[in-house]
Each structure stands twice: as structure tokens, then as C-alpha cells.
């Protein structure tokens, strides 16, 4: 085995382990890749997706011409991946450049509560389970109630699952609310219709 052929050997060696140990990482959430494609507010961005999908077509181009090289050493790249990339990061930047020329760019938006279902109709004693999507924070905790508060039901904090009262004499709309643990202004509703 002559030089070249051990030190790629080694060199490929500690490539796999480090992508192995990345993965490994990745898989116990001590890196959290939720913020990948995404910006700091949590809204997609599409500029930071065509980044990635372009580093990695350039990184995949970059592979294939070292795996496919005879010659000993490292290849001469060529200019078109070289103006892929260059293409690639220039789009990021424009598109950050416009976003950022703009205040609402740059404002971070507040947290925002969704709570679904968003209706149902429920008879005397039925149960309800409501899920609520917290958006744009990392504390994903809500407080649950429900409007009118007297007579209308009871809601589970833990598991946000409404129970209708045992007797409904009448028809009765109830609004179950979910407000954000992390930003008391964020809220979302959801709307029980009881029925006799």
C-alpha cells in the first residue's frame, strides 16, 4: 500500500466517523436542525432551502470528481461547480438584501396560537380533545379556558380536552381559548357548539 492510498483511506475513515458522530447528534436532539430551513421567527425561507439544496448538489458534483479522478492529488475543480457556488451563496445574499431593505424584514414577529379543530357540536357529557400549535417561540405551552366560564364545561390543562357539561337545557355556543405561556397576547379559539 503506497502513501496516497493510506492517507486517503485515513482521510475517508475520519470523513464517515464524523458524519457518523454528526448523525448520532442529530438523532439524540443535541443538534437541532428545526432552524435549518427556517428563520429565527420560525417562518420558512426559501432562500436558506435553495442554499442548502445547492451546497449539497455542489458538494455531491465535488465528490464525484475527486472519486472519479486517476490522478494522484487532489483535482483541479472545475470553473462551472466553482460558479455554482458562487451563484448559490450571491442568490442567498440578494434575497437577505431585500428581505432586510424592508422594516417588516426585520421586525420579529410574535408568537401566534392555533387551536384545532376550529368547531365542533357536542351533545351533553361528549368530550372534545383540542391540540393547540404554538408558532414562532420555543416555549410551546398554552393555558386553556373556556368562555362562559360557569356552566359551559370543563377543559383539561394537561391534555386540553373539553368535557361538556352533563345537561345542556338549551343550545349553547362555548369558546375554548388557548393563550401562550410564553406571550400572554398570543391566543387562538376554538368554538363548541353545544347542543340539548
Known sequence: MDVTTAVTAVTLGFIGLLGVAVIWQIFTGKIDLSRLISEPSGDASMSRLQLLIFTFVIALSLFLVIANSTEPGFPEISGGVLTLLGISASSYLVSKGIQFSKPEGVEEKPPTVTVSPESVTLRAGQSQKF??????????????SILPSAGAG???????????????????TVTVKAVSVADPNAAGNATVRLQP
Not at 391540540?131 to 386553556?144: F, G, Y
Open 131 to 144: 391540540k393547540a400549535e404554538v408558532s414562532r417561540t420555543q416555549n410551546k405551552a398554552v393555558e386553556w
Open 154 to 172: 370543563e377543559i383539561d390543562q394537561e391534555t386540553g380536552a373539553y368535557t361538556a357539561p352533563a345537561r345542556v337545557e338549551a343550545a349553547l
